[in-house]
């Protein structure tokens, strides 16, 4: 599937191993911002996609929680805006971005916010890439940082974006290169040769091991200490996962009417 060098956007959930994708792209001279988010490690996301993205959930008056909810809802406000707010700021961004091309976009609220940069990007500049990540480790890494639901709540919602995502893609007919996280640290030489060929660019081995510290040629997965971690912070916040307290609202809703 070769492709012309054009922009990249990458469209995931979070904790998916996208941070590293992105920043092994840029090193290809993909340019990601005046600045990116950091966190304790560097998210590559552009400071105003990201300040951009949040607007448009203000915009929708959406107030959920996109790390661990799916809502069809939002994704439809979401798309409704356009043509119904200034979107002077949007193009501005883009016009930006384009002077510096080709750039790359990596934002997990971008599955939800796709649905309007539609409209205002050029698609047919854009090469997408869908990255997936095994779900048991995306768990773990979740319940790391304190988001409490249940392995198949997280599941279901993965699947869910993972469905909308390639639902958008088909419906635009936009071409994508879909990437597991596994195969690019287990398998880089082949994984980073179908990147290669996918955008036209030369990414090395030595590319990669730049952006990811851990060893290479084996399947990442959680360590025992951090899977044992995992088990008791679920246990000891059971009470108060995600997926049972969205429940009970549903519940108490459904009651009142």
């Not at 191993?17 to 090193?27: A, N």
Request: proline content about 3%; hydrophobic content about 35%.
């Amino acid at each position: 599937m070769s492709r012309h060098r054009g922009n990249v956007i990458i469209l995931t959930s979070g904790l998916s191993g996208s941070s590293v994708l992105t920043g092994l792209i840029s090193r290809s001279g993909y340019w990601i911002g005046d600045s990116t988010q950091k966190k304790e490690y560097d998210t590559y996301e552009n400071t105003e996609l990201v300040k951009l993205n949040m607007q448009l959930f203000e915009e929708a008056g959406y107030t959920g929680d996109y790390k661990m909810e799916f809502s069809l809802d939002a994704i439809a406000r979401i798309a409704s805006l356009s043509g119904k707010i200034d979107d002077r700021p949007f193009r501005h961004f883009v016009d930006k971005c384009d002077a510096h091309g080709p750039w790359i976009w990596k934002d997990p609220r971008l599955w939800l916010t796709i649905h309007f940069w539609k409209d205002i990007l050029h698609l047919d500049e854009c090469n997408f890439i869908l990255l997936r990540r095994k779900f048991f480790h995306s768990w773990v890494s979740a319940t790391l940082r304190r988001r409490i639901e249940s392995y198949g709540s997280l599941r279901r919602y993965e699947e869910s974006i993972i469905d909308s995502i390639t639902s958008f893609l088909d419906r635009e007919q936009l071409p994508c290169l879909q990437m597991g996280y596994e195969n690019l640290i287990a398998r880089p030489e082949a994984t980073i040769h179908e990147l290669n060929t996918y955008l036209a660019t030369d990414l090395t081995l030595e590319d990669l091991k730049m952006v990811y510290r851990g060893p290479l040629h084996t399947i990442p997965r959680s360590a025992p200490i951090d899977y044992a971690k995992a088990i008791l912070i679920y246990l000891k916040n059971y009470s108060q996962r995600a997926d049972r307290i969205a429940v009970t609202r549903r519940r108490a809703k459904a009651r009142s009417t």
